[in-house]
């Protein structure tokens, strides 16, 4: 589970693609710090598991469902990306619950300046747009951001400079693609709607053990 408040911005050094995979090498000395095999870090949103360390970097595979629903595949060596540890029992939560599970991937389709700010207008698919809300919260790139406001197809956030000089956003100009994560307290509302919808309109725990919820 992560916050979607990026730690560092690291470096890809090198990718080794196989046929439906992938093998990332990453620079990133600070969440490297205190790191183990295993240990989860999400790299532009996206969770993955450290399959090697060293100083200063870290290795991690990429399978094919992951390189399918994200803009992992198109890094190339030298690309920054956005990176997060797992938090921990107890960490503030800066930003929202982002699970590093990414719903789709979305399209910057307009960039300008709005006083000190940068805001991006974002062409999403509708398996995110779905749960996306004014003044809700959304994942891109693994960053936690808020929603300035949306239509049917697209949703606008608003990038203070402290993010914009720290993060990829800063870097994406007008076509990038990006990886987005809907609010997962959304989906979850909506699976106990429908399943209350199901039920004859009753909600009660025989209900909810029924679809996971006890």
Do not use: Q, W
């Given at each position: ?50 399959a090697e360390f060293g100083a200063g970097r870290f290795v991690a595979d990429v399978m094919a469902e992951t390189l399918n ?146």
């Open positions: 589970m992560f916050t979607g408040i990026i730690e560092e911005l690291g470096t890809l050094r090198r990718s080794e693609r196989g046929p439906i995979s992938a093998r990332l090498h990453i620079e990133a000395p600070t969440v490297t710090a205190g790191v183990h095999p295993g240990d989860s870090i999400a790299v532009n949103g996206v969770c993955l598991t450290v629903r994200s803009n992992l595949g198109e890094l190339r060596p030298g690309d920054r990306v956005n990176l997060e540890r797992a938090i921990r029992l107890g960490d503030r939560l800066g930003g929202h619950l982002v699970s590093g599970h990414v719903d789709g991937v979305g399209h910057i389709v307009g960039r300008e300046p709005y006083g000190i700010a940068l805001v991006l207008r974002i062409l999403a698919p509708e398996a995110v747009m779905r749960y996306v809300i004014e003044k809700g919260s959304v994942a891109v790139d693994g960053i936690s951001l808020t929603v300035v406001d949306l239509d049917h197809e697209s949703f606008r956030v608003s990038i203070i400079p402290h993010t914009a000089e720290l993060t990829t956003l800063g870097l994406k100009k007008a076509g990038a693609r990006v990886n987005l994560e809907a609010d997962m307290i959304a989906k979850y509302v909506e699976k106990m709607l429908g399943a209350r919808r199901e039920n004859g309109g009753k909600l009660d725990a025989g209900l909810l053990a029924r679809h996971g919820f006890l």
